[in-house]
């Protein structure tokens, strides 16, 4: 009876002992877990804070309208240079928790975070290349509706560009984010052969007529646009002509007047020609008022 009870208490001082020893092991871990997690978010909200300001200094917010995103933007409470501070502040967030988790060893989590931190970069330029995308398209609709203002179809050949740069612009943000072509590329096949198939069963279904009549149309129309496009060329043509002659006449001028101011240094009446106004080609030496 004394040996057993000799063996519990030594058992009981052993599970103590271990016991212990993991908490004494694991406070210092968790001491230094919240530090470090501390010291991440105080990092974050000044990244946070010089992102949005610096964006703001180079007027992103001014390039997303032109892309027309603002009004897709409009029911949310960030605009687009607040979305990009959030989310640098949650990837400096989530690099803090990264290292934080990382002194207690590996673990899942660790792997997991691993995975975000290092897709946040991608989705961060994904933004940027779609905000660029809308702002060359809204560019290209207004060049061209302009260019073709004088024409029934110049502002859906303007439309027609925007939208095919607005889809170059999803498919490369896509891959940007590591959605595979092998992703983008179907979806892509099936919309145009969505379109292809109603194009095709509605002309060569029940829109033979109508669609024979809206061709004629369209073609009346074209040949009667077409002086109005041969006329908008001839304009920008001799505009071109013109520009080019004006700054013709002005470098002859110039030169005209810098070989006078040099005939008149030379022979020492510079500051005098000077004040004539001769040295500038304004008026021929050789004329007398």
Not at 40 to 52: L, M, N, P
Not at 168 to 194: E, F, H, K, R, Y
Not at 242 to 248: C, F, H, K, N, P
Request: proline share 3%.
């Amino acid at each position: 009876m004394g040996m057993y009870t000799s063996s519990l208490a030594i058992d009981f001082q052993k599970g103590f002992s271990d016991a212990w020893s993991s908490v004494a092991t694991f406070v210092p871990k968790l001491a230094g877990f919240i530090v470090i997690l501390l010291i991440g978010w105080i990092v974050a909200k000044v990244i946070s804070t010089i992102v949005d300001k610096v964006l703001d200094r180079l007027g992103f917010d001014r390039l997303v309208e032109r892309g027309g995103l603002k009004q897709m933007m409009s029911r949310s409470r960030y605009d687009a240079s607040d979305l990009l501070a959030k989310l640098a502040y949650y990837a400096i967030l989530l690099i803090a928790l990264q290292l934080g988790f990382g002194v207690f060893g590996p673990n899942p989590v660790s792997d997991l975070l691993d995975g975000i931190v290092s897709w946040l970069p991608k989705a961060a330029v994904a933004i940027i290349i779609v905000v660029i995308a809308g702002a060359i398209a809204s560019a290209v609709r207004d060049l061209v509706g302009n260019m073709l203002g004088g024409l029934s179809y110049g502002a859906m050949i303007g439309r027609i560009a925007a939208v095919f740069i607005w889809g170059v612009g999803i498919v490369a943000a896509l891959n940007q984010i590591g959605v595979a072509m092998s992703v983008t590329m179907p979806i892509l096949i099936t919309v145009l052969a969505t379109i292809g198939g109603i194009l095709v069963v509605g002309v060569g279904g029940g829109m033979v007529r109508p669609m024979q009549q809206r061709w004629e149309n369209w073609l009346s129309g074209l040949e009667e646009e077409m002086p109005a496009v041969k006329g908008h060329a001839e304009a920008y043509s001799r505009g071109r002509e013109d520009a080019s002659r004006e700054q013709l006449w002005m470098d002859q001028q110039a030169t005209r007047g810098q070989q006078q101011w040099d005939q008149g240094a030379m022979q020492g009446g510079g500051a005098a020609y000077e004040q004539s106004g001769e040295y500038m080609g304004y008026r021929d030496p050789g004329e007398r008022r």
